[in-house]
């Protein structure tokens, strides 16, 4: 009995085997690439002094991806009209460990009561390797209804500064 099944010639068998050698490597090298840039901690809490429109412990949120950066503000500071969504104009400065600062700035908001705490953020900005941010030195300011509401922090960020990747 003879076999019917077909044979392909020496030089294709080759030529499959080189494809699924060079897919095994990619996928192998997929397996061990570095992961993306992280920053730690990724949340903090600091206190700010916002004057006549309050303040208090307020968390900031940070993510990393290279060299892009963002932070999120929860603060506690109140609402003193109904806010429309994205109408908060707003720059967040952290000091550098190393010397000077990092702004963070965006108009991103969710939609917020009269009385209910004011979310900001993402707010974007760029970071380098090796960053060490702390909002201790900096400043908070976000421009409502065309005044601008500035903060100062009471002290440094707990558990400490956010240190990029």
């Given at each position: 009995?003879?076999?019917?099944?077909?044979?392909?010639?020496?030089?294709?068998?080759?030529?499959?085997?080189a494809?699924l050698?060079?897919?095994?490597?990619?996928?192998?090298?997929?397996?061990?690439?570095?992961?993306?840039?992280?920053?730690?901690?990724?949340s903090a809490?600091?206190?700010?002094n916002?004057?006549?429109?309050g303040?208090?412990?307020?968390?900031?949120?940070?993510t990393?991806d290279?060299t892009s950066?963002?932070?999120?503000?929860?603060?506690n500071?109140?609402a003193?009209?109904?806010?429309a969504?994205?109408?908060?104009?707003?720059?967040l400065?952290?000091k550098?460990?190393?010397?000077?600062?990092?702004?963070?700035?965006?108009?991103?908001?969710?939609?917020?009561?009269t009385?209910?705490?004011v979310?900001?953020?993402?707010?974007?900005?760029?970071v380098?390797?090796?960053d060490?941010?702390?909002?201790?030195?900096?400043?908070?300011?976000?421009?409502?209804?065309?005044i601008t509401?500035?903060c100062?922090?009471t002290?440094?960020q707990?558990?400490?500064?956010?240190?990029y990747?």
């Open positions: 009995m003879r076999s019917t099944s077909v044979r392909l010639p020496a030089r294709r068998r080759l030529g499959i085997g494809v050698a060079a897919g095994s490597l990619a996928v192998t090298g997929l397996a061990f690439a570095p992961a993306a840039a992280a920053v730690a901690p990724t809490t600091v206190t700010y916002c004057g006549f429109f303040g208090g412990s307020t968390v900031l949120t940070a990393q290279g950066a963002t932070v999120t503000v929860s603060s500071i109140t003193p009209l109904p806010l969504a994205d109408s908060i104009a707003t720059t400065t952290l550098k460990a190393a010397g000077g600062t990092t702004a963070f700035t965006g108009t991103k908001n969710p939609a917020t009561p009385g209910a705490t979310t900001v953020g993402p707010l974007t900005g760029t380098a390797s090796g060490s941010l702390d909002a201790g030195g900096g400043t908070l300011k976000m421009v409502l209804f065309g509401v500035t100062t922090p002290g440094n707990a558990p400490g500064p956010f240190v990747e």
